[in-house]
């Protein structure tokens, strides 16, 4: 019984972050444009790239490590990782805001500075969920996920629906970075109070060799990313920010019921998993393995259903014929998320076993397959083609991981 309750704290906190991110899209649709819809989900997938490609792979190895680690020791390594993100981003984004200064319109400079803000914050909040669920925090992991990204959305919903002047995407950025500056002032207080600052000393002597066994997983990152957002930016080029806002609204529905799982049963359970093989248990190891499983397999059939019985209200509220054009798109959709959601469960498994290289290898030809999909089917079939370039993406890596996984549980 506790732990069922704790999992329906952990999806209740997700489902409502997930429901509050699904309003924001919804509110963008209906009262701003399709264009701004597009705009804002291209910033959304710019969060998720810029920890891929800024962070080296190294929640990796850093990850497996801090399973095991005494408190001072596992402080230590979280501070040594985080201090690697801080000095890439000094380094490396100022650059990148010079050169999209001189390409974009002298008018975007100011969106553009927040953004890059905005993205900075955002890949360390991010670098410290998964330290957080490392040592088994799941809870205070799930609490600031919340406030990063449900919390925030609800009251930009609530300001704007009253002050109309404040439905912009710079106002909305407004809103996303406070949220982020709250997460960190939380932080300070949690270090000043549980008095980790003297163990909060990064050892740079750690980096050289944590970076060497990231490698598989910096392939892995950009691969996962490339093959789940490419699209994002492939849709843009070939049927314009219109579109991509009719794309990012189906997946802000779908990717719902993948966040739900990921933050709320994935995720938590990998360190039990890992613990399971470090121990060398092959019965411990079975049974978390298939529970796991099932767990996953039970909440996606629970959540593409209701997510099907309440479509049809959706798009009634929305009232916008573009998206009822589309709805062969949406089942497209939903089916390879399915299939994602299962195989990241399958993918905890094979990450236990320290299987890196062929985690890498299956993102990087995922992200190929994902690519060249949409290239040939999007010119000729629109979204269509690259919904069904994302569903043969996710049926590859799903094969591929669970012919992987039964052999490593056999």
């Not at 919804?26 to 009262?31: P, V, Y």
């Amino acid at each position: 019984m506790k732990r069922l309750i704790g999992t329906l704290f952990l999806l209740g906190l997700r489902a409502g972050g997930l429901l509050s991110k699904f309003l924001l899209t919804l509110f963008i649709a209906r009262e701003m444009t399709l264009s701004e819809l597009g705009l804002y989900g291209l910033i959304a997938v710019g969060a998720t790239l810029v920890p891929a490609l800024f962070g080296l792979g190294l929640n990796g190895p850093v990850g497996r490590k801090l399973v095991d680690l005494p408190r001072d020791d596992a402080l230590r390594l979280a501070a040594t990782r985080s201090s690697v993100t801080v000095l890439l981003h000094l380094l490396i984004t100022p650059l990148l805001v010079l050169l999209l200064a001189f390409w974009l319109p002298a008018g975007q400079l100011p969106l553009l500075l927040l953004v890059a803000v905005t993205l900075f914050l955002e890949h360390i909040a991010s670098d410290l969920n998964a330290i957080l669920l490392s040592r088994f925090k799941a809870n205070t992991a799930a609490i600031f996920l919340f406030i990063r990204s449900g919390a925030w959305p609800l009251v930009f919903i609530a300001a704007a629906w009253f002050v109309p002047s404040l439905r912009s995407i710079p106002v909305l950025m407004g809103f996303w970075l406070a949220s982020l500056l709250l997460i960190g002032a939380l932080v300070m207080l949690m270090v000043l109070f549980k008095r980790y600052g003297p163990s909060l000393r990064p050892d740079f002597s750690q980096v050289r060799e944590l970076i060497k066994s990231s490698r598989h997983f910096y392939v892995a990152d950009i691969g996962n990313n490339g093959a789940l957002y490419l699209d994002r930016f492939l849709v843009t080029t070939f049927l314009g920010l219109e579109a991509t806002g009719v794309y990012t609204f189906f997946w802000a529905l779908t990717n719902a019921v993948n966040n739900v799982i990921l933050f709320g049963v994935t995720s938590p359970k990998a360190p039990s998993i890992i613990a399971a093989v470090n121990l060398g248990d092959k019965g411990a190891i079975l049974r978390a393995c298939k529970a796991m499983l099932k767990e996953i397999w039970l909440w996606c059939l629970g959540l593409s259903v209701a997510l099907i019985v309440v479509m049809p209200w959706l798009l009634e509220a929305l009232g916008n014929d573009k998206f009822d054009q589309h709805k062969g798109v949406f089942i497209i959709m939903l089916l390879a998320t399915l299939l994602r959601t299962v195989s990241e469960g399958t993918g905890n498994i094979i990450y236990a076993h320290h299987q890196d290289r062929k985690i890498a290898l299956i993102s990087l030809a995922a992200m190929v397959l994902s690519a060249v999909s949409i290239l040939a089917l999007a010119p000729f079939f629109e979204l269509n083609g690259v919904a069904l370039a994302m569903l043969l993406a996710a049926g590859f890596v799903y094969l591929w991981r669970q012919r992987i996984t039964k052999g490593l549980l056999a």
